[in-house]
C-alpha cells in the first residue's frame, strides 16, 4: 500500500553494504543547499527528515483514500479505515506487541506520557505515593508526572546518573518502596544518547510489583524494539523522529493495564453508546481515541515504519554506532571541547561543550556552514543541571549521515575556533 518504489531503491538485502548514498537519494530535503553549502542535517533528535515514501504516502491518501474513518459506510471512508488499520498492524509489528488494540494513536510522546500519567494516574495514585524517573528525563517524561502529582498528592523519585551519564542502578533498586507505583524512564537519552538497560530496568520494577512505562521517542529509531521481551507495560514514541509526520505517534500499553485505565479524553470516537444519563466506553484501542484522528499521519507513520524496517534496524544501529565512534573520535581532538555523556551503551547522540563559547554562538556558527545541530537544554534541564552546564551543541545523527558530514562538522568547528580563538 504504502512502498513507492523510492522506498524500495533503499531495501537492500540483510547482507547488503549499508549504501548511504542510496538512502540519502530517498530523502528530498538532504539534496538541498544551505547559505550556498550543502545542508549539513545533524538534528536528526528533535526531527528526522522524511523518505519519498513517506511524503508520497501523504500525498496518495489525499488524492485517492480520504475521507474519515471507522464511521462511515461509503467506499473511501472504509478505505481509509483499512489503511489506517494497516498502518496500527505495521506498528504492532514493528513493536512486536500481541494485539492492534494494544497500539493507541497519538499526537506524540508526549501525548502518550500524558495520557498514561492522568489517566492510569487518576485511578491508582494517592497521596504519598512514590514515581519513579530518572534524572536524565526528558521535560515531557517529567511535567506530566508532577502535574498529575499534584493532583493526586504522589510524588517523584529520581534516579541519578553517574559522571558519564549512566543510570545508577544500584540507587535505581534502593529508590522502591512500599509507596512506589509506577516507573517511568527513558529507553534513550535525548540530551546524552545513553541507552538505558532497559529490560532489566523493567525487571527490578516488576520484581517490586510496578509497571514500567518506557519513554521510547529515541530509542525507536536507532534500535529495534521488542516490548514483549523487554515486558514493557507502556512504550510511548514519535512519528516524526522515525522519518514520519508529525503530529503523530504511539502509546503501547498491555491490554490488560490500558483496559482497566478510564478514558483520557472524551469525544466522537471512544464511546459505545452515550445517553445524558451514561457513556459506555468504545473497546481498545478506540477507547483512547477521542475525535478524529490525524488519518493521513498514521497512514504515513505505516510508511515510515516500512522504510526503516526495509534497511533493517539492527543494519542501521550499526552504521549509525560507527558513524558515533567516528564523529566521538574527531570531536575529541578539538581542543577544549568536552564531550557530555559518554556511557558505555551510547546512540546517535553526541553532546559537548567548547571552552568559553556559548553553546549558541557555535550553532549560529555552524548554521552559517550549512551545519544544523541543536543547542540549549534539549528539554532536559535536570541534566544540565547534573552537568553544571547552561546548555550543550547536539549533533544528533539520522540513516542518511555520513563520515563526510562529520568532517564538514568537524572543518565548520575551525572555523568556530578560528572566530573565538578557543
Ligand atoms: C526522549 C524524548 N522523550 C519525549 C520527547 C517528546 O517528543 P514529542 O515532542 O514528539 O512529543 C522527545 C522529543 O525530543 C524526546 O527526545
Known sequence: MNAGSEFKSAVQGPAAAYDVARIRADFPILSQTVYGKPLVYFDSA??????????????????????????????????????????????????????????????????????????????????????????????????????????????????PIDDTGTLDMAAYEKLFSPRTRIVAITHVSNALGTVTPIAEIIRIGH????????????????????????????????????????????????????????????GGEMIDSVTFEKTTYADLPFKFEAGTPHIAGAIALGAAVDY?????????????????????????AINSLRIIGTAADKTAILSFVLDGVHPHDIGTILDREGVAVRTGHHCAQPVMDRFDVPATVRMSFGLYNTREEVDAFVKAMARVQEIFRA
Open 308 to 332: 526503516v524496517t526495509g534497511i533493517g534496524l539492527a543494519r542501521i544501529r550499526a552504521y549509525e554506532d560507527a558513524l558515533l565512534a567516528y564523529a566521538t573520535e574527531r570531536l575529541g
Open 46 to 159: 528533535a526531527s528526522a527528515q522524511k523518505p519519498r515514501a513517506v511524503i508520497d504516502s501523504i500525498v496518495r491518501t489525499y488524492e485517492t483514500e480520504y475521507a474519515n474513518v471507522h464511521r462511515g459506510i461509503h467506499y473511501m471512508s472504509q478505505r481509509a479505515t483499512e489503511a489506517m488499520e494497516g498502518a496500527r498492524e505495521k506498528v504492532r509489528a514493528f513493536l512486536n506487541a500481541a494485539e492492534t488494540r494494544e497500539i493507541v494513536f497519538v499526537r506524540g510522546a508526549t501525548e502518550g506520557i500524558n495520557l498514561v500519567a492522568a489517566s492510569w494516574g487518576r485511578a491508582n495514585l494517592k497521596p504519598g505515593d512514590e514515581i519513579i524517573l530518572s534524572a536524565m528525563e526528558h521535560h515531557s517524561n517529567i511535567v506530566p508526572w508532577q502535574l498529575i502529582g499534584e493532583q493526586t498528592g504522589a510524588v517523584l523519585r529520581v534516579v
Open 207 to 266: 520484581a517490586h510489583g510496578v509497571p514500567v512505562l518506557v519513554d521510547g521517542c529515541q530509542a525507536a529509531p536507532h534500535l529495534s524494539v521488542d516490548v514483549r521481551a523487554i515486558d514493557a507495560d507502556f512504550y510511548v514514541f514519535s512519528g516524526h523522529k522515525l522519518y514520519g509526520p508529525s503530529g503523530i505517534g504511539v502509546l503501547y500499553g498491555k491490554a490488560a493495564l490500558l483496559d482497566a485505565m478510564p478514558p483520557y479524553q472524551g
